[in-house]
């Protein structure tokens, strides 16, 4: 149990577009999920916390304009990175929370702003 | 807020031989210590957790010891394995609320030489 997924795997895009995450926990609910964004050879920063039918709670120094978070569901987050820059080129994993402080992760999705 | 260090960065160490990771973290609330196992390009994956009211948790090869007093937490993998070469998190939480998240350290790169 406790299987997270994520669309895309990989995702390659032209400056300036929009790119959409999907984060799907597939055999059980949660009421929160976790966005986090890694860079190469560093640790996990997490970006914003998504609470189902409730606006995210985003930390300090991520936009919230430009990475846009939608908990519509139990079971789907979705990450939007708005007028996507080179710099935002990062591997990008969500998490859901199961019970009490467990958390269990996405396999990730790399994306590439050309 | 929590701040979580690990050592070392790298490890190396032959095939059968253990592996220590350590880690401190600064806020004597936190109560639960999960340890992630990260393989190139795939996300975190829970392999063992601790939680303060117990000092070791054991699951085969895999330990967890935590002193609370001293405020840090260790795995201990015993027979290493080519396959337990990979890049590990410890991460540091408190409470049992939904927005509470987890803190990361800053990783530690194994690698088991065959």
């Known amino acids: 149990g406790a299987v997270v997924s994520q669309h895309p795997s990989r995702v390659i895009c032209k400056s300036g577009t929009s790119v959409k995450i999907e984060c799907r926990s597939l055999d059980f609910q949660a009421t929160t999920m976790f966005w986090y964004r890694q860079f190469p050879k560093q640790s996990l920063m997490l970006m914003a916390t998504s609470n189902e039918g409730s606006k995210a709670t985003y930390e300090q120094g991520v936009e919230k304009d430009k990475f846009l978070i939608n908990h519509a569901s139990l079971t789907l987050s979705t990450l939007t990175v708005t007028s996507a820059h080179p710099e935002d080129s990062s591997f990008y994993i969500c998490s859901a929370r199961v019970r009490g402080n467990e958390q269990f992760f996405g396999p990730g999705t790399r994306l590439t702003v050309l | 807020g929590e701040n979580v260090e690990q050592h070392p960065s790298t490890l190396s160490v032959q095939e059968g031989d253990s592996a220590v990771i350590k880690c401190t973290y600064s806020d004597s609330a936190s109560n639960y210590f999960p340890w992630y196992k990260q393989e190139l390009g795939k996300g975190p994956q829970l392999i063992i957790d601790?939680?303060?009211?117990?000092g070791e948790k054991k699951d085969q090869r895999i330990a967890v010891t935590l002193n609370k007093t001293a405020k840090h937490f260790s795995l201990h993998i015993t027979e290493t394995q080519p396959e337990d070469s990979a890049v590990y998190f410890c991460a540091a939480t408190r409470g049992n609320n939904a927005g509470n998240m987890l803190t990361f350290g800053g990783g530690t790169r194994l690698m088991v030489k065959p």
């Open positions: 601790i939680r303060s009211n117990v």
